[in-house]
C-alpha cells in the first residue's frame, strides 16, 4: 500500500510524515512525530483524551485521518507551554491539584485552551459543558473547573 506524504505545521514547526491511507492523525502524532501526549483512551471520539487542535478548530484526533493535516496548523499539548514557562491553564491545573493519572489532562488542557480562545470570561456552566466531552475517571472534575475559570481570571487580568 502507498504511503501520502504529509507536510503540516505541529505546534508552529513545519513537519512532514508518510502515512498510510487509513492511519488516524492520533498514530501519525504518536508513532511518526513522537508526539506522545495526546492519548488514546476510546477510538471513537468519546473520551477527549486526543483532542488536538486544527487551525484552532477543536478535535478527536482519533477521528481524523492522518492525511487529513496536509497544510493544516495543528496545535498538540506539547506546544501549550513556552520553553519553561507553563500556559497558565497547566500552571492552574497544578495549584488546583486538577489531575490524578493525568491520561485525560492533555486532552482536557487543549479543550480548555480551546474554549478560552473562543470566550475568556465563561461561566461554570459554560466550562462544564464545554468539558462534557472529555471524560475523566479520577477528579470528579470540580477541581478540573476551579482551574480553568481561575487560568480565564488571571489571563483576562481580572
Known amino acids: 500500500m502507498a504511503k501520502h506524504h ?8 513545519p513537519v512532514e510524515y508518510l502515512c498510510e491511507s487509513e492511519q488516524t492523525l492520533l498514530d501519525c502524532l504518536r508513532d511518526e512525530l513522537d508526539l506522545i501526549g495526546a492519548k488514546e483512551g476510546c477510538s471513537s471520539g468519546d473520551c ?22 496536509e497544510g493544516k496548523e495543528v496545535e498538540t499539548i506539547e506546544g501549550m507551554a513556552q520553553g519553561d514557562e507553563l500556559h497558565p491553564l497547566q500552571r492552574k491545573f497544578l495549584e488546583h491539584a486538577a489531575l490524578q493519572c493525568g491520561i485525560c489532562t492533555p486532552g482536557v488542557l487543549i479543550a480548555a ?26 477528579t470528579g472534575y470540580d477541581k478540573i473547573v476551579r482551574a480553568v475559570m481561575d487560568a480565564a481570571a488571571e489571563m483576562r487580568g481580572a
Open 6 to 13: 504529509v507536510t503540516t505545521t505541529v505546534n508552529g514547526d
Open 48 to 69: 477527549g483524551a486526543c483532542s488536538v487542535l486544527i487551525d484552532g478548530r477543536l478535535v478527536c484526533s482519533c477521528l481524523v485521518l492522518g492525511v487529513e493535516a
Open 113 to 138: 485552551k480551546a474554549l478560552l480562545a473562543k470566550n475568556p470570561d465563561p461561566t461554570e456552566t459554560q466550562v462544564r459543558y464545554w468539558l462534557a466531552g472529555n471524560l475523566c475517571r479520577c
